[in-house]
């Protein structure tokens, strides 16, 4: 995948790559596939096999390496996601057009919309939920109504169902409001010494829910335009200190702020950042944004972000090489999901309070994808050419 | 230490010390008060030299390795303990009877009188403020309140100044207030599922106080008698299982709750609730109590909690051997703070949001306390005798 480049005069493919050349090319993206399948089958076979509450609906996301319920407490933002994770399969594989998954999905949509809201109507949901719904405890911040509409706007695309569509929207005209508007129904205290910060994660998502919610949708795409270009100019702002550093929190006109919070940066982020703004730029059709976001997210941060003692990337880092205060090892993969920094397994659960049946699979699902549209485009040029690679939607 | 044992026929110290092992026993306890002087005078040294805010009083905390200042954020349960500390060292050791102690340790205790309440005359505490005072975060727990209390009743002690004794007591009696009668002062939503859970640090953090504010007055440890005896009942109620673990959180009628919450073990903690334990069975003159203690919160807390493979007490556990969600590492010494489960230094600050002028220097200085009683135990008595071993005030 790394040779595939930019039509350009120092490396066209013509020069380079004979039909052998392509041949071993086309095999090792076809054994990545096959790879990235196998691996995807597994990993939904597990949360298929362990996550589904039978009883009240939605999954248990609290779960051991073998698969063990070790908690039953209900993670919104994790049932939001798991919800999308089965509907996008059901949409996009073949294989994954099954029955169970998408009565599965349909059952924690209905748990989602039965107890997900701590006092409806009002729309502010609960982080965390006991296993028949009663809320345990609210964050003070947008993501699990976020999560909820992707899980919303993904459920009325396999199902047709209106009234999924409808919560969507709802969902997200509350938390536009609440971002841009009045953030006050979040119930965050206003404090005198609380900084105007800004972290790049709400801007992010947000730009993940316009894409979300436009998909094939000239309406709501035209609804949410000028919102996806303010979502991106504000991750924007996050480029600092001369274009070197991504940092995680600025001032609201894009400053860098004082103290750890100011220097905070996580590379993980900022790469992830980078592939929606990658997206927005396809979607509006500009070079020059796209050649910027490949720049400044991804190569500056595997550059910046990678450790060059045991390798894999800093869960977390300071923008002036001190010391984070915050404890957490770098995330991976389904496998495992959190290793020390010697790449040791530190905790064998496979699901928790922030990791469910979502980023890895997600992850997945995308590999596959992409290495297939290459395959399909290795097997269809006689004399390749080069176009962009592809950027797969969220 | 570990010899020193209750009179009893099977271990006499007349039997087993001939005055050659009095003599070995004698300069090993000066070497070990030697070098626990020593400590504690360059951990003092440290937080003196780097922590004082000379501009706006109070102290940094957030300290690089060398001291360097990487945040000026003020935790105010930090500034309480630094405040109770230096005044604590001033009153009982003659060598740290220095004024830049007491005026820098008056300097806090004004900050917190000035800043660290969000709303006078409204009690709660902010967690955090900015260099100058004004409130960045306000947490729903009463521990900044807590170290408040200990921080006034300390400078009251020292100084002489009712004023500072009025703001302990109503600071106390208002936190007295939270606990037992009525918590919505602390601003946590009421929720249909957050369990009725007690958190050992509750009625722990409550015992300390009781003994703090009680020291040599009759009149406060007599208002607090009850109190005191209601957090021991309820900080017992945390042995578990038989008797076989001690459990972070139980149901306020003393049963085990279900899922992570339930089964989360801290053996750290548990020991110092042990501590805190003791001196209540001293003051009390209970011996079974005593005994129970003991091998409840002390030995049971050692054997469960100790890393067999790297050595080392777990910061988490679960009780039932499952992965616990916290991903924070073991907390030692000054030296470094945080270390992580080889035993290797995971973080290299001297202080952050949790760790500043109190733990380390209060173990050193109790250390160096414990060891003087046993040493002029040992020079006094020329035939030993056995009494209970001294269990240092916190």
Same mark, same amino acid.
């Given at each position: 995948?790394?040779?595939?480049?930019?039509?350009?005069?120092?490396?066209?493919?013509?020069?380079?790559?004979?039909?052998?050349?392509?041949?071993?090319?086309?095999?090792?993206?076809?054994?990545?596939?096959?790879?990235?399948?196998?691996?995807?089958?597994?990993?939904?076979?597990?949360?298929?096999?362990?996550?589904?509450?039978?009883?009240?609906?939605?999954?248990?996301?609290?779960?051991?390496?073998?698969?063990?319920?070790?908690?039953?407490?209900?993670?919104?933002?994790?049932?939001?996601?798991?919800?999308?994770?089965?509907?996008?399969?059901?949409?996009?594989?073949?294989?994954?057009?099954?029955?169970?998954?998408?009565?599965?999905?349909?059952?924690?949509?209905?748990?989602?919309?039965?107890?997900?809201?701590?006092?409806?109507?009002?729309?502010?949901?609960?982080?965390?939920?006991?296993?028949?719904?009663?809320?345990?405890?609210?964050?003070?911040?947008?993501?699990?109504?976020?999560?909820?509409?992707?899980?919303?706007?993904?459920?009325?695309?396999?199902?047709?169902?209106?009234?999924?569509?409808?919560?969507?929207?709802?969902?997200?005209?509350?938390?536009?409001?609440?971002?841009?508007?009045?953030?006050?129904? @979040?119930? /965050?205290?206003? !404090?005198?010494?609380?900084?105007?910060?800004?972290?790049?994660? +709400?801007?992010?998502?947000? *730009?993940? %829910?316009?894409?979300?919610?436009?998909?094939?949708?000239?309406?709501?795409?035209?609804?949410?335009?000028?919102?996806?270009?303010?979502c991106a100019q504000r991750i924007l702002q996050h480029v600092q200190r001369d274009g070197q550093a991504v940092l995680e929190n600025v001032s609201e006109?894009?400053?860098?702020?004082?103290?750890?919070?100011?220097?905070?940066?996580?590379?993980?982020?900022?790469?992830?950042?980078?592939?929606? @703004?990658? /997206?927005?730029? !396809?979607?509006?059709?500009?070079?020059?944004?796209?050649?910027? +976001?490949?720049?400044?997210? *991804?190569? %500056?941060?595997?550059?910046?972000?990678?450790?060059?003692?045991?390798?894999?990337?800093?869960?977390?880092?300071?923008?002036?090489?001190?010391?984070?205060?915050?404890?957490?090892?770098?995330?991976?993969?389904?496998?495992?999901?959190?290793?020390?920094?010697?790449?040791?397994?530190?905790?064998?659960?496979?699901?928790?309070?922030?990791k469910g049946c979502f980023h890895v699979p997600r992850c997945l699902a995308m590999c596959e994808e992409m290495l297939g549209a290459l395959l399909s485009?290795?097997?269809?040029?006689?004399?390749?050419?080069?176009?962009?690679?592809?950027?797969?939607?969220?």
């Open positions: 995948m790394g040779r595939c480049c930019p039509r350009g005069p120092q490396r066209r493919w013509g020069q380079k790559f004979s039909t052998e050349d392509m041949e071993k090319e086309w095999e090792t993206l076809r054994a990545w596939k096959e790879r990235m399948e196998q691996e995807l089958d597994r990993v939904v076979a597990f949360w298929m096999e362990h996550s589904h509450d039978q009883e009240h609906g939605g999954f248990f996301t609290c779960l051991g390496r073998d698969g063990q319920v070790y908690d039953n407490l209900k993670y919104v933002w994790l049932q939001g996601r798991q919800v999308w994770m089965y509907c996008r399969l059901y949409r996009k594989f073949q294989r994954f057009r099954r029955s169970e998954l998408l009565d599965s999905a349909k059952a924690g949509g209905e748990f989602l919309l039965r107890y997900a809201r701590v006092a409806p109507p009002d729309k502010k949901c609960a982080f965390v939920l006991t296993q028949s719904g009663l809320p345990v405890k609210v964050q003070r911040t947008i993501f699990s109504e976020c999560f909820f509409t992707m899980a919303m706007n993904e459920l009325w695309r396999v199902t047709g169902e209106e009234r999924y569509q409808n919560e969507a929207v709802e969902m997200m005209d509350q938390i536009i409001h609440w971002v841009r508007e009045d953030s006050s129904g @979040l119930g /965050r205290p206003q !404090l005198p010494g609380t900084p105007a910060a800004e972290s790049m994660a +709400v801007p992010m998502m947000l *730009l993940n %829910l316009v894409e979300q919610l436009g998909e094939a949708d000239e309406e709501l795409a035209g609804k949410y335009a000028e919102l996806g270009d303010w006109d894009g400053k860098e702020l004082s103290g750890c919070l100011g220097r905070h940066q996580n590379p993980g982020h900022a790469l992830e950042a980078g592939w929606f @703004l990658l /997206r927005h730029a !396809l979607r509006k059709g500009n070079p020059e944004l796209r050649a910027h +976001v490949i720049e400044k997210f *991804l190569l %500056l941060s595997f550059h910046s972000g990678w450790d060059p003692e045991h390798g894999g990337l800093f869960y977390f880092q300071d923008a002036d090489n001190l010391c984070p205060t915050q404890f957490r090892d770098p995330e991976y993969g389904e496998w495992f999901g959190y290793l020390n920094r010697e790449g040791k397994v530190a905790l064998t659960i496979k699901g928790g309070p922030f485009r290795l097997a269809s040029v006689p004399a390749p050419t080069c176009s962009p690679p592809a950027v797969p939607a969220p």
